[in-house]
């Protein structure tokens, strides 16, 4: 897509746009973009949650568990949001190891179809070593997130509230 250059009046393209074509060779750029959204939402949902279950232990002062809630809180904010870009570093990596091994048959199906064989595969792979229930529940929850985010955004998208997909 090109963008109209308002100096020289000479069609450029829009690098805000390059999130629309796929990974390609701009794949560095959206690795980074992808992982560093997911600690974001993931380290803001921590926080949230770090707050919203604290619990004091014994008679402490008021000043006390404001410092213990508020370290809590970042503590657990922390823990969801490395857990969130190590899986979504996963996700990229099969994703993209998936279209390189597969790549002729692979290229038949939607984004819909290889976004919830990725997802499928890396659920499963982030809670194997929690017995078959929790692999099998990962893999679920892995394609109800992964097909959400990317009917999510490209909804958003087409409302124009934001300016790129995740379509990979």
Do not use: Q
């Not at 990974?23 to 926080?47: A, M, R």
């Not at 996963?90 to 990725?118: H, Q, V």
């Amino acid at each position: 897509m090109y963008v109209e250059d308002k100096y020289t009046l000479k069609p450029k393209k829009n690098k805000d746009n390059m999130y629309l074509e796929g990974y390609g060779k701009h794949w560095g750029e959206k690795l980074t973009f992808t992982i560093g959204v997911s600690y974001c939402f993931c380290g803001i949902f921590g926080l949230i949650r770090g707050f919203n279950n604290f619990k004091p232990s014994g008679l402490v002062d008021m000043k006390d568990i404001r410092g213990m809630k508020f370290d809590r809180s970042l503590k657990t904010a922390g823990e969801y949001g490395n857990g969130g870009a190590s899986a979504s570093l996963m996700y990229c990596l099969i994703s993209k190891t998936l279209d390189l091994l597969f790549e002729e048959e692979i290229s038949e199906f939607g984004p819909w179809a290889r976004n919830t064989i990725s997802a499928g595969i890396t659920g499963g792979l982030y809670k194997s070593t929690l017995g078959l229930r929790p692999m099998l529940f990962g893999s679920f929850l892995g394609v109800v997130l992964i097909n959400g985010l990317m009917f999510g955004t490209r909804w958003m998208n087409d409302k124009g509230f934001i300016r790129f997909s995740i379509e990979i």
